[in-house]
Structure formats: structure tokens, C-alpha cells
């Protein structure tokens, strides 16, 4: 960002008396790490109120506040009627400046790793800027936009939501270019209800992407798909299951040097060999429709994730011994875990196989239901371990009929260290997943320090 404060002003409904012609480049909404000249926003969260800290923040070199309620500071302060809502306007009119091609990314899961994949892709094209990790909320999504110089040729921006409003809210300050609709599943039902609610909140964005603009949205999905096909915006389709649509996978080959896919793109088999970090075929097909629709070869695509690695604590796989560790731990729904659980059956072939899970978290009256229907899965990957951490450790255990393996829940990584004391000459796989109020990277930590 680079705009005056006046301008800055303008943008937020706000007034000032003072210091008009200044320029501020960088907004911080941290006072212990605010630099000199930056603008600080007071942001009102469920544990901290930002105005509390405000006077840190001038004293450590802010040059100017936005405020929802008057301070005597030693530097110009703009009064708004809320800081959140005034950092997404602000947001917005940077966007508005930006000559960048924008493109919005969605989804329950996997969103994050698509983001930074074709992040990757479009760098081969032109100078890509993105979000970090999952700032995609209404504070996380625009400070990421007001750090972009404007200038990109690209922007990448994820948006997460979790209650019915917030899609709105995200796609007004992005206003993308593009969209690409990943999936849904059972993710933040508490605020959004059910699979169909998580469709029609995920399917707003569409609403908000610009004229002459399009979509890339997933056929694997019913619920979205009815969704989509009410807006009358160009949309490409894709598929991870091999379904009929304009880019789908139709089947992936491990080797010792990566992933083969073939793709069938737009009628026309395509074979794109990829770094084994690629690994979900949903995700191949999605990248590979958002960056071809916006005029890149899949050559390009290809040269690009031969060097893909994955973001952290996102499938990261580490070898610890004879074994595989794997690191998932970022955060956990039904669909990806699923989705980590099979892979890591996948590459267990043959050898011991260990899950560390915990719960799977904000998914309300469903909750029981999910996690039975997890311990079904569990039951026919052949898994020797389960260790459960959580509150649903029962509705896992009623779900795993027919299981061969040993099911325990834990309440700490030293109970897991002594129910596999026994396995560590073994060859195999472990893989560490649950949602984020479960610290399941405790567990991972731990058992990588002592494993080997």
C-alpha cells in the first residue's frame, strides 16, 4: 500500500484535522510490531481490544490510528464507526488501484495448498503476490491485500468463512477477477448448518467476481454444483474423479521421480508429471483449470510443481527411522481427513500403517454422526494403530466395525510413545491430523524428537 493519509480518509468514511499529505505505506494491526510510519488499526477481538494498545503502538513509531472511539495521541487518529469493517473498505479501494489480475480461492479443505500451488504456477508468468498460510478472514484478507505493492501481475487470495454473511463480506473487498471453487463438506456447520448451507455461503463469491470475469468450479460436488448453475457468470469446470467436464484427472501414477496425470482437458488427453507432494488429484485438476483458463500452458503448469512443497503442517512428510512421518496437523474436516487418511493408506502399502488423530471440531449436530462415519474409514484402510485424542473418541470407536487394529484414546503424546514402544523397528507410516483445537503438532513434535 502507498496512499496519503487523506486518501486513507476517504476510502474509510473517516475525517482528520491534521497530517493530510502523509504517507504511509504498511498497516499493522500488532503494536509490538508496528515499524516507523505505519498506520495502526485498533481491531476489537474476542480477547484483545486494540485501542488498549494503541499509545504502545504510536510509542514504537505508528504515525497515525484508526480508532472506533476518540484517543489523545501524539498523532493523527481516524475516528470509524468499526476498525474491521474500515480495514476491509480500505482494502478494497488498494484493490481498486491494483492492475493485477485477482483471483479468489474457496473451499472446506484444501484450499490453503491449491492457493500456494497456483501461486507457484502463475510466478512462471508474471510477478504473483498471495496471502500468507490462511489469513483469508475479514482482518486476515485485507491486511494481506494492503501489503501488495499493487503493481503484481498476479494476486492469490484464499478466503475462509464459517457463518452466513462472511462471504459477502470477503468477496466486497476482493472482488476477484476469477474464482475458483475447490469443494464443500462438512466444515463450520455449527454457523453454517449443513452441506447445502456451506454450498450457498461458498457460492457467493461468484456473485462478487467482476464483469467479463469467470469461474472454475468443481463437478464432484452436487450441492455446489446446483449452487453454481443458478449464476449466469463463464464458468469452467474441473473434476479430481475423472467426472465429464472441461479439465478432469483421469487417473494418477506414483514413480520414483513424482506423480504422473493424465488430464483430459477439454475433450484432449493430457499427460503432467508433477513433484510427489502433489499427490490429491482434486487439487492437480483445479490448479490446472483456474491457470489454463487464464491463458497459461500446462506445460507451464507442469514445470511449475515439479518443484511444489507443501505449505507447513500440511501433509508435510518428514522420514524418521525406518519410518514416514506426516505431519497434517494444520486443521481437520471430514473431507480432508479423508482425504489424508487414504493417501497415507496409499503410501503404507505393504508396511505398518498409524493414525494419530484428534477431533474434528465446529461440525455441531453432525458431529457424532462424522466422526462414526470416520471410524467406518478408519476400518478399512488396515491400520494396525489408532490413537484418538478428543471428545469423540467413543463415536470413532462405535464407527470402527470390523476393525482388526488397535483402537485407544490418548490424552497426551506419552501414552502414544508407550502404546508403540514395540513398533519402532518396524517399517511404516504415521500420520498426525486433527483440528486445530487439538494441537495435534504436540503430538507430531514429540514423537519425532523420541522415534528415532
Known amino acids: 500500500m502507498n496512499m496519503t493519509l487523506q ?88 484493490r481498486e488501484k491494483a492492475s493485477a489480475r485477482v483471483i479468489g480461492v474457496t473451499g472446506s479443505a484444501g484450499k490453503t495448498t491449491v492457493k ?96 467479463g470475469g469467470f469461474a472454475c468450479v468443481s463437478v464432484d460436488y452436487p450441492e455446489l454444483s446446483r449452487e453454481c448453475a443458478t449464476r449466469s457468470l463463464r464458468m469452467a469446470t474441473f473434476s479430481g474423479a475423472a467426472a465429464p467436464a472441461d479439465y478432469s484427472c483421469l487417473s494418477q501414477d506414483s514413480t520414483p521421480e513424482g506423480i504422473t496425470y493424465t488430464l483430459r482437458v477439454k475433450a484432449e488427453d493430457m499427460c503432467c508429471r508433477v513433484s510427489s507432494n502433489v499427490h490429491v488429484a482434486e487439487n492437480m485438476a483445479a490448479v490446472a483449470a483456474m491457470a489454463m483458463e487464464l491463458g497459461l500452458t500446462l506445460t507451464t503448469v507442469e514445470s511449475a510443481l515439479r518443484a511444489y512443497s507443501p505449505v507447513a503442517q500440511r501433509f508435510v512428510q518428514s522420514r524418521v527411522g525406518s519410518w514416514l512421518f506426516i505431519d497434517d496437523t494444520y486443521n481437520a474436516n471430514p473431507v480432508s481427513m479423508a482425504r489424508s487418511i487414504r493417501e497415507a493408506a496409499r503410501l503404507a502399502a505393504g508396511k505398518r500403517l498409524v493414525l494419530v488423530l484428534g477431533d474434528m471440531l465446529d461440525l455441531g449436530e453432525d458431529a457424532s454422526r462424522a466422526h462414526r462415519e470416520l471410524g467406518g474409514l478408519i476400518a478399512q484402510t488396515g491400520a494396525s494403530h489408532c490413537l484418538f485424542h478428543g471428545q469423540h473418541s467413543q463415536d470413532v470407536q462405535a464407527g470402527l466395525l470390523g476393525f482388526e487394529g488397535f483402537f485407544q484414546k490418548v490424552n497426551g503424546p506419552e501414552e502414544v510413545l508407550q502404546v508403540l514402544g514395540a513398533t519402532r523397528k518396524d517399517e511404516g507410516v504415521m500420520l498426525f491430523k486433527g483440528s486445530r483445537g487439538c494441537k495435534m503438532e504436540q503430538y507430531y513434535s514429540a514423537l519425532e524428537r523420541s522415534w528415532a
Not at 69 to 89: H, I, M, N, Q
Open 116 to 211: 500456494e500451488m497456483l501461486a507457484q504456477v502463475l510466478s512462471k508468468a508474471g510477478v504473483t503476490a498471495k496471502n500468507f498460510r490462511n489469513l483469508n478472514n475479514q482482518i486476515g484478507l485485507p491486511l494481506s491485500i494492503l501489503e501488495m505493492s499493487g503493481d503484481e501481475d498476479f494476486w492469490v487470495l484464499e478466503l475462509g468463512i464459517s457463518r452466513p454473511g462472511d462471504m459477502d463480506e470477503l468477496g466486497y473487498i476482493l472482488a476477484p477477477d476469477a474464482a475458483l471453487l475447490l469443494n464443500v463438506g462438512g466444515c463450520h456447520l455449527e454457523g453454517l448448518g449443513s452441506l447445502e448451507g456451506v454450498a450457498a455461503q461458498k457460492s457467493i463469491l461468484l456473485d462478487h467476481v467482476r464483469t
Open 7 to 94: 486518501q486513507i480518509a476517504e476510502a474509510m468514511g473517516a475525517s482528520i484535522d491534521r497530517g493530510h499529505d502523509l504517507n504511509l505505506g504498511r498497516v499493522s494491526i500488532d503494536s509490538r510490531a508496528v515499524r516507523q510510519g505505519d498506520i495502526f488499526f485498533c481491531i476489537v477481538g474476542q480477547k484483545l481490544d486494540g485501542h488498549e494498545f494503541a499509545r504502545q503502538a504510536v510509542e514504537n513509531g505508528a504515525s497515525a490510528v484508526v480508532a472506533g472511539t476518540p484517543l489523545e495521541l501524539d498523532v493523527p487518529v481516524l475516528l470509524v464507526r468499526d476498525t474491521t469493517s474500515a480495514l476491509g473498505r480500505l482494502a478494497r479501494v488498494w
